[in-house]
């Protein structure tokens, strides 16, 4: 449920992201009308009422969250306690990145790594757990526990930083074939696609008579040869693989058995 301001606040800010006559008009109403919208994140629920709006990662509403936080300067910083005999009880400092992987088939996800507190060891457990935990997290009271992390902090990203490297050095390294078999697929769909409309083109181009047709025919033989030629660069551009990360949020968390 949205005050006036507070609707002028989100329209506004959903539409500095462009493309705001894409809307989904249940979403404009729910946004510009005075009563309350229910909203879900679950693709369960949005299945079986359609009358809820449904919230993707590709959702303006998620889109203008992503937006504003984006524009932050500094990473979220967060301290948290959470409950489980899933992971080893213990201090940890942990952060989360995006990986962008920049490929012919190019992919955005969270990663989650987190090291102990204690010796920056790696956390694989609470590393691999972070994300189904954190729903069910409490804030964590740092006051007793301030001088124990600033013993390691900076031990402990640093450990972060290598991890982080490494493994996306490995999840390059692991792209990379997978990558050249989609790519030579991808080029070869292309090419047998580009000479089929090539051969029909100028097969119409020998038969016409009339000069209209002719010009017509010619200067859509160089629109296909153009468009081809930029289809084939975009690919070769996805040749060498990369995966970008942005650290978007890091901090302390506590992990107490279970209750």
Same mark, same amino acid.
């Given at each position: 449920?949205? $005050? /006036?301001?507070? @609707?002028?606040?989100?329209?506004? *800010?959903?539409?500095?992201?462009?493309?705001?006559?894409?809307l989904p008009t249940s979403f404009v109403r729910a946004v510009e009308g005075p009563?309350?919208?229910?909203?879900?994140?679950?693709?369960?629920?949005?299945?079986?009422?359609?009358?809820?709006?449904?919230?993707?990662?590709?959702?303006?509403?998620?889109?203008a969250a992503a937006s504003y936080w984006a524009d932050k300067a500094e990473p979220l910083l967060g301290s948290f306690m959470v409950a489980t005999d899933r992971v080893e009880r213990g201090l940890y400092v942990f952060a989360c990145e995006v990986w962008e992987?920049?490929?012919?088939?190019?992919?955005?996800?969270?990663v989650c790594l987190a090291v102990?507190?204690?010796?920056?060891?790696?956390?694989?457990?609470?590393? $691999? /757990?972070?994300? @189904?935990?954190?729903?069910?997290? *409490?804030?964590?009271d740092t006051t007793h526990r301030v001088d124990v992390a600033r013993e390691s902090i900076a031990r402990c990203f640093d450990e972060l930083d290598s991890l982080s490297d490494a493994r996306r050095r490995e999840a390059i390294r692991g792209l990379e074939t997978s990558n050249e078999l989609l790519l030579g697929r991808r080029?070869?769909?292309?090419e047998a696609f580009h000479e089929s409309r090539q051969q029909r083109i100028s097969a119409e181009l020998?038969?016409?008579?009339?000069?209209?047709?002719?010009?017509?025919?010619?200067?859509e033989?160089?629109?296909?040869?153009?468009?081809?030629?930029?289809?084939?660069?975009?690919?070769e551009r996805a040749r060498q693989v990369e995966v970008l990360s942005l650290r978007v949020a890091a901090g302390?968390? /506590?992990?107490?058995?279970?209750?």
């Amino acid at each position: 449920r949205l $005050g /006036e301001n507070g @609707r002028r606040d989100l329209m506004s *800010r959903i539409q500095a992201l462009g493309r705001s006559g894409s809307l989904p008009t249940s979403f404009v109403r729910a946004v510009e009308g005075p009563g309350e919208a229910i909203l879900t994140f679950d693709q369960a629920t949005a299945s079986e009422r359609r009358d809820i709006e449904f919230v993707t990662p590709v959702h303006p509403l998620a889109r203008a969250a992503a937006s504003y936080w984006a524009d932050k300067a500094e990473p979220l910083l967060g301290s948290f306690m959470v409950a489980t005999d899933r992971v080893e009880r213990g201090l940890y400092v942990f952060a989360c990145e995006v990986w962008e992987t920049i490929a012919v088939r190019p992919d955005l996800r969270l990663v989650c790594l987190a090291v102990s507190a204690g010796d920056g060891s790696f956390a694989p457990a609470l590393s $691999g /757990e972070f994300l @189904r935990l954190l729903p069910d997290a *409490r804030a964590l009271d740092t006051t007793h526990r301030v001088d124990v992390a600033r013993e390691s902090i900076a031990r402990c990203f640093d450990e972060l930083d290598s991890l982080s490297d490494a493994r996306r050095r490995e999840a390059i390294r692991g792209l990379e074939t997978s990558n050249e078999l989609l790519l030579g697929r991808r080029l070869a769909s292309l090419e047998a696609f580009h000479e089929s409309r090539q051969q029909r083109i100028s097969a119409e181009l020998q038969a016409a008579a009339e000069p209209r047709i002719i010009r017509m025919k010619t200067s859509e033989l160089s629109r296909v040869q153009a468009d081809f030629e930029r289809r084939r660069a975009v690919l070769e551009r996805a040749r060498q693989v990369e995966v970008l990360s942005l650290r978007v949020a890091a901090g302390l968390v /506590e992990v107490t058995g279970a209750r």
